[in-house]
């Protein structure tokens, strides 16, 4: 079974860019997250979707959305790219809500670097 | 809200010593546990999960975490650590439709 995979695995932007980051979770998950992770403040998390709905957010601008397709891939966009987003973003999945104790699987994660 | 701490930002081991790395939780219902390893560039790997079925729990690689309810503890042991257990572990905590919560996460060097 192949795990989740995000692409692309590394990014340069400048300042004032958008950029578009994709995950693919395991083949049956319907739940996708999404995780920034930095040495300063650790894994934060983003949002959540679940079956095309966004279902949970974290604390981050409006900068930062995301979106959930009917094949349960999921995309998330950073528009007005700020150096301070320089990340390695994190893609998790799991089988769905409503189980707390089903765990998320990762993926490698895409390291965004802002110039 | 659920929170977790992770109570030492570096541990260093040599190789075959035991390993512990402490966590703390703080959660309004009966939480899942999970720890996550991360080894540099890489994704998190669930080592192992407190289902509620048993206080002791067995993992991948031969790590075990013990759920301690009155002392809000799950704690992740290893009796002989190696030089590949190197890497960053954090140790996470979840409600009931709510997202995962991390840790700072506690680094393990191990010492050859």
């Known amino acids: 079974k192949a795990g989740v995979t995000q692409t692309p695995r590394y990014l340069i932007k400048t300042r004032g860019q958008q950029v578009t980051l994709s995950c693919s979770p395991i083949?049956?998950?319907?739940?996708v997250s999404w995780y920034q992770q930095t040495p300063g403040q650790g894994l934060q998390f983003l949002f959540e979707?679940?079956?095309?709905?966004?279902?949970n957010k974290g604390n981050f601008p409006g900068r930062f959305s995301g979106r959930q397709f009917s094949n349960s891939r999921s995309e998330m966009n950073v528009s007005t790219l700020e150096l301070g987003d320089s990340a390695l973003y994190l893609c998790?999945?799991?089988?769905?809500?409503?189980?707390?104790?089903?765990?998320?699987?990762f993926g490698q994660g895409t390291r965004l670097t802002v110039v | 809200a659920q929170s977790v701490t992770q109570l030492d930002s570096h541990v260093s081991v040599s190789e075959g010593t035991p390993v512990l790395l402490r966590c703390n939780y703080s959660?309004?219902?009966?939480?899942?546990l999970f720890w996550y390893v991360q080894h540099p560039n890489k994704g998190l790997q669930l080592l192992l999960k407190?289902?509620?079925?048993?206080?002791l729990v067995k993992g991948i690689n031969g790590f075990e975490a013990e759920f301690k309810k009155s002392e809000t503890s799950f704690h992740l042991t290893k009796p002989s650590a190696h030089m590949s257990d190197a890497a960053e572990y954090f140790c996470?905590?979840?409600?009931?439709?709510?997202?995962?919560?991390f840790g700072k996460g506690t680094r393990l060097s191990v010492i050859a």
């Open positions: 996470v905590v979840r409600d009931l439709n709510t997202p995962l919560v």
């Open positions: 979707y679940f079956s095309e709905t966004q279902r």
């Open positions: 998790a999945s799991s089988l769905g809500q409503g189980t707390m104790n089903t765990e998320a699987f």
């Open positions: 083949s049956g998950h319907r739940s």
């Open positions: 959660s309004s219902y009966s939480p899942s």
């Open positions: 407190y289902t509620s079925a048993a206080t």
